[in-house]
């Protein structure tokens, strides 16, 4: 078990309105900057400092949006059952958002990436944002919208498909004869992590709980059409679990894999994993409570998740993070307050998270379900919104970006939908 350290200290800033933080972080404006400056040297552009404070991505009225992935250097990947384009689409589906083309070209930065109705959910996006990974219903290829390659199979069940976007062509990765759900993509782009239902590898009885596979897409060919692969071809897919597993995040490699479970004793508490090269380890303390929601930075040495803590009025959601120092797990419970912090979403870098809390943090007296965001190197929290919707479904996208959801007219332009919006807090807030 890793250990578990005192809650920190935190400096807590009050701030209204859409985040002005009173002091930046020392470490964010010295070593993040400096890292940004070299990147958009080489990009030609610096879109911290081009990018305004609040971008609303989409410009929905009706339908909603559901989870979005960040890329590196302004690439997003997200669902929506809205019209996002004005094209008429319907259903659940999975759009790209391109910040540079938006910020620098002031154009839409969108595009649709499926079509028909075939459920699509569940996205995520390699670093480079080339390649976008999401679940459908297998007959997703079955129309010639979604511009499949030429190794599609249709088939039944919920099945895992890869969208690069330099090619504008859909892979499908699986074929298997049950749901296969929950992709990640590798930032590298080479891994696919995902759970299934039905056994996929033929070494471990069917089960009725998903269970955790790792796939390498650069296998995948005309001999090898989807995962799992034939006999006669070289081994392209792993199973992890054989007893529970699901909602795997990979490290940039494919080396760490943390996911949830609920094996392992006692087998009726959720519990967060973590594989590293094949060695599990339990990184979430059962006798607390269940955990669920787990995030990871990109070099998979900080985890955050949510866990259900007991107190007087019944089990309080808390964020606990996880880091690894010299070699040793660290479990630090992030947040103590009286109402429920959920959501958590880890940096790239592991330098800070945000997460969604009902809990009134830093005694702004604000509307329940407020984002902030959280400094662990300086043990210090920020207050992202106000509103009186406030955000949900945080991401963040690294040093300065977090892309959230709300219905709060954050511009003034009498919003009143749920729509998708990017918020740069390297800049102040108006």
């Avoid at 019209?83 to 910020?103: A, P, Y």
């Avoid at 079509?115 to 944002?129: E, V």
């Amino acid at each position: 078990m890793a250990e578990r350290a005192a809650f920190p200290s935190w400096r807590c800033r009050r701030v209204r309105g859409i985040t002005r933080s009173v002091r930046r972080f020392a470490w964010i404006r010295v070593v993040g900057t400096a890292l940004l400056l070299l990147v958009s040297a080489r990009d030609g552009v610096a879109l911290h400092r081009k990018t305004p404070r609040i971008v609303q991505v989409t410009d929905l009225t009706s339908g909603t949006v559901g989870r979005s992935a960040a890329g590196a250097n302004g690439g997003y990947a997200f669902e929506s059952d809205g019209d996002v384009l004005g094209n008429g689409s319907t259903g659940w589906q999975i759009f790209r958002f391109d910040q540079k083309q938006r910020v620098l070209d002031a154009l839409s930065g969108l595009t649709q990436i499926t079509f028909g109705a075939f459920d699509a959910h569940d996205p995520s996006i390699s670093k480079s944002h080339r390649l976008v990974a999401f679940s459908a219903d297998g007959a997703l290829c079955s129309d010639v919208r979604n511009n499949c390659d030429d190794l599609a199979y249709p088939t039944s069940g919920r099945q895992i498909f890869v969208y690069d976007a330099v090619r504008a062509v859909t892979r499908q990765v699986t074929r298997g004869p049950g749901d296969c759900l929950h992709p990640q993509i590798s930032p590298n782009g080479k891994w696919i992590v995902f759970d299934s239902t039905t056994d996929l590898t033929g070494n471990g009885p069917p089960s009725a709980t998903a269970d955790l596979y790792q796939g390498l897409l650069k296998r995948l060919g005309p001999t090898c059409p989807q995962l799992p692969c034939p006999p006669s071809e070289l081994p392209a897919l792993t199973r992890w679990t054989t007893t529970g597993g699901h909602h795997g995040i990979q490290n940039f490699n494919g080396g760490m894999i943390t996911f949830e479970s609920n094996a392992g004793a006692p087998t009726n508490v959720q519990k967060i994993y973590r594989l590293d090269r094949g060695v599990l380890s339990l990184l979430s303390d059962p006798a607390i409570g269940d955990a669920r929601e787990h995030s990871s930075s990109s070099g998979g040495k900080v985890i955050a998740w949510t866990q259900d803590v007991a107190s007087p009025t019944g089990p309080i959601s808390q964020i606990f993070v996880d880091e690894i120092r010299r070699r040793q797990n660290v479990v630090t419970q992030l947040t103590q307050g009286d109402a429920d912090s959920t959501l958590p979403s880890v940096s790239p870098k592991g330098w800070s998270l945000v997460f969604r809390s009902a809990d009134d943090l830093l005694g702004n007296h604000d509307p329940p379900n407020q984002l902030f965001v959280s400094s662990l190197r300086e043990g210090t929290t920020t207050q992202l919104t106000d509103g009186a919707d406030g955000g949900d479904l945080p991401v963040s996208a690294g040093i300065f970006f977090v892309t959230f959801n709300s219905s709060d007219d954050l511009l003034g332009n009498l919003n009143a939908t749920p729509q998708l919006f990017l918020l740069n807090t390297y800049l102040p807030a108006p």
